[in-house]
């Protein structure tokens, strides 16, 4: 009698602990589902963000901006995705510009940077997008700071225009 109670121990601990990994399993399928959701509605809750995009140099290896004038309105949430096809490094600096907005984040890769920014360098075959707010009208200029590329026509024009 009291070898069998025993014996009886190896398998209600066996069922608890079933019983326990699909509970857990449960839990954790259950809140995976509730974060994608959560996720989704958060992602699109806001407008989304206009998309512009600039290319830093060329493919044959030009020294310019593509398009070199860029217009947006201040108050617009903007998603800015810049490439360097070009055979070699180049920046966007435009710190006056940068100054004047409100940067979301700038995503490159799997990396992702909150906080202000204001110059991006980026190597040859590199992609990023800074999602950011312009809050100051104005004119800027943007150059590429790589030594005697601005002189060779790698310079563009950032405006903003008032929201009003
Ligand atoms: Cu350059």
Redesign the pocket.
């Known amino acids: 009698m009291g070898q069998r109670q025993v014996g009886q121990w190896p398998w209600t601990g066996l069922a608890w602990a079933l019983g326990l990994l699909l509970a857990l399993g449960l839990t954790v399928g259950a809140s995976s589902a509730m974060a994608l959701e959560g996720r989704s509605s958060t992602l699109a809750s806001p407008a989304p963000p206009t998309a512009v995009t600039i290319h ?2 060329t493919p044959a290896g030009s ?1 310019r901006f593509e398009p070199s004038q860029l217009t947006f309105t201040a108050g617009q949430r903007y998603r800015l995705v810049l490439d360097n096809p ?1 055979p ?4 966007f600096t435009a710190k006056d510009f940068a100054d004047g907005l409100w940067t979301q984040k700038v995503q490159a890769g799997d990396v992702e940077v909150k906080g202000a920014i204001h110059e991006l360098e980026l190597k040859p075959g590199a992609i990023a997008e800074w999602v950011f707010v312009p809050e100051r009208p104005g004119t800027y200029e943007l150059h ?3 030594a005697g ?2 002189e ?1 026509g ?1 310079v563009g024009q950032l405006e903003v225009l008032s929201a009003g």
Do not use: D, N, P, Q
Request: charged share 15%; hydrophobic share 45%.
């Open positions: 830093l140099g020294l070009s070699e490094k180049h920046y590429c700071a790589i590329h601005a060779a790698m």
